[in-house]
């Protein structure tokens, strides 16, 4: 599709090494809640905790479900029957029907409104501070942009301001990013270690986003909070099994040793159009040797991040453009994606569209395989 996130599709792929350490972990005991040297039980969270801690430069962190799980339980353990202070351009709703203020409502968090949609100064957070303010909360804007005439307040003043009256600023950032994009290329995109550095007390973000992990909400931030919520019992019914733990654990070793490439999601993010193209090209060749019937051309075309992350990127991509005759782009399309492994194209202008950069290398066999019975379906 080209879609690199894509939501409906699982998001992020797994790299080598989470797939290998899941498959272990479920395949033998392991060390879960259980201190090897002392001989008793030990925590869930401590190792993972310590992974996070070094990338991202918090006091601590904490692993549950989902991003979503996340907010609540930050939430929950800080603002229950307070107020969490939110700009109104920030209000968003996430795909999947995930809305900040409903998800606020369940957690206890009773929500304070400021500013307009597309305007809030720091003025309208100070003058909404009170008795019963919990939180400060920021929520990144993943899936949309306000541009134009636009005022939002940044974590760097809004921590400023929450020191100065002792309450948390709480920041959920949506996609994990712990890289900076700009050495690629990209547009500027604010790191986890920038927010946390920035001064925000708590950050939340997924763990299969930009991240590329597997499904899991991370929190991190200042010790004495992560603390408390550690101590919520609402953490038994949203934490993560051994596999998440694993497969999450993998990844970040993966950013430990600076091995982005190795991660699938940064990787088809990072990869540059020369280097897409020549693939494009192989896959190309492959596809007119099993099948010469239908014609295939490389072109230029823009791939998107997905997942709700910097919704107005596009990253130039090589694509194949297929044609076959007697078959409309639409019932191509179908034939694909009802083969036994489904493959989910695009159609732009009559012609179906293969996005290189969401195909890997291993997918060209199928690719080539759906492609050969297409021939033999006109031979019939
Ligand atoms: C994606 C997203 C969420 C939800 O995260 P899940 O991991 O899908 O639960 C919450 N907040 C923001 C800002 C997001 O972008």
Do not use: W
């Not at 939110?86 to 929500?111: C, D, H, Q, T, Y």
């Not at 007390?201 to 299969?208: A, C, E, H, I, L």
């Not at 050969?372 to 006109?378: D, G, L, R």
């Amino acid at each position: 599709t080209g879609i690199v996130i894509h939501t409906n599709l699982g998001r992020s792929l797994l790299s080598q090494d989470a797939r290998q350490s899941v498959a272990e972990i479920s395949s033998t005991y392991s060390n879960l809640e259980y201190n090897i040297n002392q001989g008793e039980r030990g925590s869930r969270y401590n190792l993972i905790e310590d992974l996070i801690t070094k990338i991202t430069g918090a006091e601590a962190a904490l692993v549950v479900n989902n991003n979503a799980a996340a907010v609540m339980l930050v939430l929950n353990t800080l603002c229950q029957d307070k107020e969490a202070i939110v700009s109104r351009g920030e209000l968003v709703e996430i795909g999947g029907s995930f809305r900040v203020p409903e998800v606020m409502k369940l957690s206890g968090a009773k929500l304070k409104e400021i500013g307009t949609t597309n305007r809030t100064h720091l003025s309208d957070y100070q003058d909404a501070i009170s008795e019963e303010t919990g939180i400060i909360l920021k929520v990144h804007t993943s899936n949309y942009k306000v541009i134009g005439f636009t005022k939002e307040v940044t974590n760097k003043e809004l921590s400023l301001l929450s020191k100065k009256i002792d309450i948390p600023l709480v920041e959920d950032i949506g996609s994990g990013i712990f890289i900076d994009f700009t050495e690629y290329g990209l547009p500027k995109e604010t790191t986890v270690q920038e927010s946390i550095k920035f001064g925000s007390d708590v950050v939340t973000f997924s763990g299969d986003k930009i991240l590329g992990g597997p499904q899991a909400g991370i929190i991190v931030g200042k010790k004495q909070y992560i603390d408390k919520m550690k101590k919520n019992q609402l953490l038994r019914a949203l934490r993560v099994d051994k596999m998440t733990i694993a497969a999450l654990s993998a990844t970040l070793e993966h950013y430990i040793k600076e091995e982005y490439f190795k991660i699938p999601t940064l990787k088809m993010i990072l990869t540059s159009f020369e280097e897409e193209k020549k693939r494009a090209l192989k896959l190309k060749r492959i596809l007119r040797k099993s099948n010469s019937y239908c014609s295939y051309k490389v072109d230029e075309d823009y791939s998107k991040i997905g997942g709700g992350s910097m919704p107005l990127l596009n990253i130039k991509s090589a694509v194949l453009k297929i044609t076959c005759p007697k078959y409309s782009a639409n019932e191509l399309e179908k034939i694909l994606r009802e083969n036994y492994t489904p493959i989910i194209s695009r159609i732009n202008k009559d012609e179906l569209i293969l996005d290189i950069r969401t195909i890997q290398d291993e997918d060209f066999d199928e690719i080539k395989n759906a492609f050969s019975k297409i021939i033999q379906v006109e031979k019939v």
